[in-house]
């Protein structure tokens, strides 16, 4: 692989359920995020992980969870997923503090 | 919340035409960048200016920053159709912050 994958591509969630969004990174990025981009809202931050073992908040945390185990990879888990979190996830990659970011191709998730 | 805005939210414009984009925003910064987005896919970094820089250029982009009135402009020469995509700022903050916040973004479509 190159670059950053995110798996599934797409997915149709019954309310309740819990799911995990992967992404796996293979730049050797210490610092990865997860963003959310809605209709007429952009995107807007998740959680983000500076370095392997640490995890922070962004702007719209609630609801989801992550983990950074390891470098290359950056969970993210809707414990019990809401039709609010119906949404297309990216997860993105950087090299360095305040750096470009590489980005994933998007999960499309639909919670009904 | 959006620390970005880009202005206008969509332009629509002729093959080989120029193509202006703004963007302000609310806070100090470290850099602001540009990110690309094509229907369906993720976003593609395209350039990074940093707070002490005034213009930046890239192939047939150039980026201007005016901290002063806290505004950055992307404008892309000689428009292609393959040009066609939404273009997102995204800002930079210091205390050590890793994170981006995007604004909701300015959809330019290239008529052939």
């Known amino acids: 692989i190159a670059g950053i994958t995110q798996a599934p591509t797409s997915q149709i969630l019954a309310a309740g359920r819990r799911m995990t969004l992967r992404c796996t990174q293979d730049m050797r990025h210490n610092a990865m995020y997860w963003y959310r981009q809605d209709l007429g809202l952009g995107l807007r931050l998740i959680h983000y992980?500076?370095?392997?073992?640490?995890?922070g908040k962004g702007e719209v945390p609630d609801g989801y969870s992550v983990s950074r185990a390891n470098t290359d990879d950056f969970p993210l888990t809707l414990a019990s997923a809401v039709p609010s979190q119906t949404s297309v996830y990216f997860c993105?990659?950087?090299?360095?503090?305040?750096?470009?970011?590489?980005f994933g191709p998007g999960t499309r998730l639909t919670v009904l | 919340s959006q620390q970005g805005e880009e202005d206008p939210q969509a332009l629509s414009i002729q093959e080989g035409e120029n193509a202006t984009m703004n963007c302000s925003y609310k806070?100090?910064?470290?850099?602001l960048q540009w990110y690309r987005q094509n229907s369906g896919r993720g976003l593609v970094h395209l350039i990074l200016i940093r707070s002490n820089e005034r213009e930046k250029h890239s192939g047939r982009l150039r980026v201007t920053l005016d901290t002063s009135k806290k505004s950055s402009s992307l404008l892309i020469t000689a428009s292609r159709a393959a040009d066609t995509a939404s273009y997102f700022c995204a800002t930079a903050s210091g205390a050590g912050s890793y994170q981006l916040t995007f604004g909701k973004g300015t959809k330019l479509s290239v008529i052939p």
């Open positions: 992980s500076n370095t392997a073992g640490t995890t």
């Open positions: 806070t100090s910064i470290n850099n």
């Open positions: 993105a990659s950087s090299d360095s503090s305040r750096g470009s970011q590489f």
